[in-house]
């Protein structure tokens, strides 16, 4: 019997990540070496909690909004669809009703509007907020996309972001999916339980259904 392997969709974290103009980059070192321990190597890493692949918490956009450890961890794991809209500065309602979104629970979109991630992006496609309002209707519990955010880069604002979280709706950013095909699979993405955080890097892996 075979079993269907997990495929990562996370986006390496290394000196060259591209990340938020004027943000933490991410780093990491070997602070102690076996060598001068004498039995392991430790290492520290520095960066801020939106480069790579990551969870957005309310808070990261709210005074008062949900913390990391308070988000529900099973929106981050269970059935997914990945859908392409490749080539799209805009994804709207008439796009999304190319797909069937019952039973999805979680979107994962696809823009491939990212072809090097030294690089930040000045500008990114979006959805429509009448394409949230779409989503909505059809239940879906957690938007991701293979982008920085669901907002314009420059955007102070962040109405996205409040349309979702007004909705429940939670953010997954920075997936990586160029090599997977569209379709149905299982998804995984846990941040980590790091009190009091705005966001967290996650894991992202997603396995085939059937």
């Known amino acids: 019997m075979t079993t269907e392997k997990w495929i990562d969709i996370s986006q390496p974290l290394r000196v060259d990540t591209a990340h938020w103009p004027g943000d933490t980059p991410f780093s990491y070192e070997v602070v102690y070496r076996k060598s001068e321990t004498g039995s392991v190597n430790i290492g520290k890493i520095t960066t801020s909690m939106h480069t790579g692949t990551h969870i957005d918490a309310p808070f990261h956009f709210l005074e008062d909004g949900t913390r990391v450890t308070d988000l529900d961890l099973n929106i981050f794991i269970g059935p997914c669809l990945i859908v392409d809209v490749s080539n799209l500065p805009l994804i709207d309602v008439d796009v999304l009703k ?8 979680r979107l994962l979109l696809r823009t491939s509007a990212i072809k090097d991630r030294t690089v930040f992006p000045k500008q990114i496609p979006l959805l429509t907020l009448e394409a949230i309002d779409y989503l909505n209707s059809k239940q879906i519990q957690l938007i991701g ?10 955007s102070k604002d962040l109405p996205r972001h409040h349309r979702l979280h007004n909705y429940g709706m939670y953010i997954l950013e920075n997936v990586v999916l160029d ?6 699979y299982e998804l995984t993405a846990l941040p980590l339980p790091i009190d009091e955080a705005d966001g967290s890097p996650v894991r992202a892996a997603i396995k085939p259904v059937k």
Do not use: M, N, T
């Open 98 to 105: 190319q797909y069937q979104l019952e039973g999805a629970e």
């Open 145 to 154: 996309v293979d982008l920085p955010s669901v907002d314009q880069i420059d």
């Open 179 to 184: 090599h997977v095909v569209p379709g149905k």
